[in-house]
């Protein structure tokens, strides 16, 4: 009985299989993170912070200087037309980063934290 399609050697869906694994993962910590942050009072500053977390994609790796989605989102919501939501980004993303690796080697918490050093983390 087949209980789907033979991956064996079609390294292509398999790679194609492993980024959505990685994106899973990523869905899950910002989900995670979101709730933690929910969860806690944020800490008195004068910033409005948008805060990402992330593996490769999220650190910009492959993307030239300054072009990077992190760069480019963040200068968006920095803007009148982004609505002037932010007066800071913060990039706690990191190659490799999977969730357990976030959760066990403290990104997570430095998420946290700097969510908490924050007036407000609108994004």
Do not use: W
Request: net charge positive; glycine share 14%; proline share 3%.
């Amino acid at each position: 009985m087949s209980r789907g399609p033979q991956l064996r050697g079609n390294h292509s869906i398999q790679r194609q299989l492993r980024r959505i694994g990685t994106v899973r993962g990523a869905l899950r910590l910002a989900v995670l993170v979101l709730a933690v942050a929910v969860s806690s009072p944020a800490a008195a500053s004068a910033s409005r912070l948008y805060v990402t977390v992330g593996d490769s994609v999220g650190a910009g790796f492959g993307a030239t200087p300054g072009n990077s989605f992190f760069d480019r989102y963040c200068a968006y919501l920095e803007s009148a037309a982004g609505g002037s939501l932010v007066d800071q980004c913060v990039n706690d993303s990191m190659g490799g980063l999977t969730t357990g690796s976030a959760l066990s080697g403290g990104t997570i918490q430095k998420v946290v934290s700097d969510i908490h050093a924050s007036t407000d983390t609108p994004v």
